[in-house]
Structures are given as structure tokens and as C-alpha cells.
């Protein structure tokens, strides 16, 4: 077990390029946008007892200095809207609503398509095309694949189902009609 937190340390400074047993300590790397960040990854118990503990302070480490960085943004921003003029700061906020809706008049119009050629709606999302015709062409082209996947291929068995024969209606029809 310490010949694999050992090997857990040298992985780490020669990520870092800092020199194992020496220097200054390796710096935190930056927040990124990993979606395992604070979750348990696929490998984390290999890591043994040690390993666990820094991986855990690791993430702690971690979402302290997203926090800060955040923080630090939001500073930024507000030192930049400092010196704009309320005019600016309208229009920059007519621009972002916009924007927005643009965005969602797209998404309207998707699910529109979407349910005229009664398609799924989680294929809504998957539609391409910025006129109603162009998404129309793709909705027809994507129920063409969803209807070719959803064909069984499996043909009817013609021995199953209802017979010629008229169902017994009591227990005892059932046992003359088996043993004739």
C-alpha cells in the first residue's frame, strides 16, 4: 500500500513539474468543468486508505478554489459595470434578452415541428435546421430512421393465436374436446 501512494505522489509532481522531495509544494490545478469532480470517479477504490484521503482533500481543495474563483469574477464584473453609463448597461441587457429569445423561439418552433410529424419529443432537441421547412425535412428524415429501427423483424407465427376451434365453456368441454 505505500509503494502505491508513493507511486500516487510522483504521478502528481511530474504532472506539476515540481521535483519530488524538495521545492515548493505542487499548486492546485485549475477548476475545470469535470462532472466527477466531487463524485466518486470509476478507480477511486484502488487508491487504498492514504490515497482516498488525498484524493478527498484534493476535491475539497478543489471546490474551495472554484469557489473563490468565482468570487473573483464576480468582483471583476462588478469593478467593469462600475464605469459604464445606465444606457450601457440597458443595452447590454436588451442584447443578452435577445439572445435568449432567439434561442427560445428555436426551441419553439423545434417542438412545434416535432409534434406536426409526430415525432418523439425527446428527438425534438436532435432537430437541425433554422426555417420551419428545414426542420420539417429533417423531422421526415429522422422519422424515416426511427420507423426502420422500430420494425420488428421478427415475422408472425401463424400457429399462435386464436384457432378454428370454439373455446370449452366449462371444465368438463375442455376434458371431452382433449380426449376425442
Do not use: C
Request: charged content about 35%; proline content about 7%; hydrophobic content about 30%.
Amino acid at each position: 500500500m505505500h509503494r502505491k501512494w508513493w507511486n500516487l505522489i510522483r504521478i502528481r509532481t511530474i504532472e506539476t513539474g515540481a521535483e519530488p522531495g524538495g521545492g515548493e509544494p505542487p499548486q492546485p490545478e485549475p477548476p475545470q468543468s469535470d462532472p466527477q469532480a466531487n463524485t466518486g470517479g470509476e478507480g477511486d477504490e484502488k487508491l487504498g486508505e492514504h490515497g482516498m484521503t488525498a484524493l478527498k482533500n484534493e476535491r475539497r481543495a478543489n471546490k474551495s478554489l472554484r469557489e473563490q474563483l468565482a468570487a473573483a469574477n464576480a468582483r471583476i464584473k462588478e469593478f467593469e459595470d462600475r464605469d459604464k453609463t445606465d444606457a450601457e448597461k440597458a443595452s447590454e441587457r436588451i442584447a443578452s434578452l435577445e439572445k435568449s429569445n432567439t434561442g427560445n423561439a428555436a426551441k419553439a418552433l423545434r417542438y412545434e415541428v416535432a409534434v406536426d410529424k409526430q415525432l418523439p419529443k425527446v428527438l425534438a432537441e436532435r432537430l437541425q435546421g433554422s426555417t420551419r421547412e428545414e426542420l420539417e425535412a429533417d423531422a421526415d428524415s429522422l422519422l424515416k430512421l426511427v420507423n426502420v429501427q422500430n420494425k420488428p423483424n421478427v415475422k408472425p407465427d401463424p400457429s399462435q393465436g386464436k384457432g378454428g376451434d370454439p373455446k370449452p365453456h366449462s371444465l368438463s368441454e375442455a376434458i371431452s374436446a382433449y380426449y376425442k
